[in-house]
């Protein structure tokens, strides 16, 4: 594989002893900003008084069962598709009947999003490893009764999931943030296929989202927990992609953009990372 070859010869860098060994939380919230306080307010029905109370509650009680990051830090807070310039045009896609999918959701605040905006529940799919994420995300939005999207338990790498099983070809649009930077580069072009696989071949299907990326790709290792991951800029973002359409015999129009990486959990890394924030918007030609 050619674009990983070039970095074989790279040390990697090594990750702090803290990422990945869920060590990663933050003070609490004197303030839930929009978009998520919107949600809070106007879907959960929380009053705007209460809003900070419930937010920092659940995630102290969140954080004692999940020791991930993404909760200790408040990431489930962030609304990645609202970035988007063609999220108007996906909303509209999904009320005239696309199936969209948030894989990798968590506690599925994306999903809550769209179902705000209008998007009709039915079609509307969450999918995660963890159930119990999912389920948590019922306490969060305080929506068991009223949501109405089915959140589908599905490891990535099981071919036999429910996912893969029921699913495979339907989804015209698949949002994944913060989900397809933790593998290596072989583990990733799988994973890509993967989800390639569960989108509809019509044209102008879409796979969309954000993660950590770095200005230079790199091999990371995690030496505490012994994983390793490749950091992706976005012009191996890209390539990645041209190498699993390739593989595929499959069109691609893949766009990577870079913006400043504003999370909180960058300081203890190495300065060589340079970290930024990758989006990305993957069509069917
Ligand atoms: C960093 S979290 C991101 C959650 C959410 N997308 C967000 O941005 O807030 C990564 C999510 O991917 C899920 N995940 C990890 N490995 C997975 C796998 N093999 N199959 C399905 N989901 C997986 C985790 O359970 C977790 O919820």
Redesign the pocket.
């Known amino acids: 594989m050619a674009i990983a070859d070039d970095f074989q010869d790279d040390a990697p860098v090594e990750a702090p002893p803290g990422v990945m060994n869920a060590k990663s939380i933050c003070d609490p919230l004197t303030e839930v900003i929009d978009p998520a306080r919107a949600i809070f307010e106007k879907w959960s029905k929380i009053p705007a008084c209460e809003v900070v109370e419930h937010v920092n509650n659940m995630r102290d009680r969140a954080y004692e069962v999940?020791r991930?990051?993404?909760i200790g830090l408040y990431?489930?807070l962030?609304i990645?598709l609202l970035d988007f310039d063609c999220y108007p045009e996906i909303l509209e896609s999904i009320k005239k009947g696309a199936l969209f999918l948030?894989?990798?959701?968590?506690?599925?605040?994306?999903v809550r999003q769209v179902v705000l905006d209008g998007g009709p529940p039915a079609n509307i799919f969450g999918?995660?490893?963890?159930n119990d994420?999912m389920d948590f995300g019922h306490e969060l939005f305080l929506d068991k009764e009223k949501l109405g999207v089915r959140f589908v338990q599905?490891?990535?790498?099981?071919h036999q999931?429910t996912l893969r099983l029921e699913f495979r070809g339907r989804f015209q649009v698949i949002?994944?943030?913060?989900?397809f930077h933790?593998w290596p580069w072989a583990t990733t072009i799988e994973?890509a296929k993967y989800v390639l696989d569960q989108l509809s071949d019509k044209p102008g299907s879409v796979i969309l989202?954000?993660q950590v990326g770095t200005k230079k790709a790199k091999n990371v290792r995690f030496p505490h927990v012994n994983k390793s991951a490749f950091f992706h800029s976005t012009e191996t973002w890209k390539k990645l992609w041209a190498v699993v359409a390739q593989e595929m015999a499959i069109q691609l129009d893949v766009q990577a953009t870079e913006s400043d990486f504003t999370d909180q959990d960058k300081n203890d890394w190495p300065e060589e990372l340079e970290f930024v924030r990758l989006r990305f918007v993957i069509r069917r030609v």
């Open positions: 999940f991930m990051p993404h990431g489930f962030n990645n948030d894989l990798g959701c968590g506690f599925g605040q994306e999918a995660d490893l963890s994420l599905s490891d990535i790498f099981d999931s949002h994944a943030s913060n989900f933790v994973v989202g954000t």
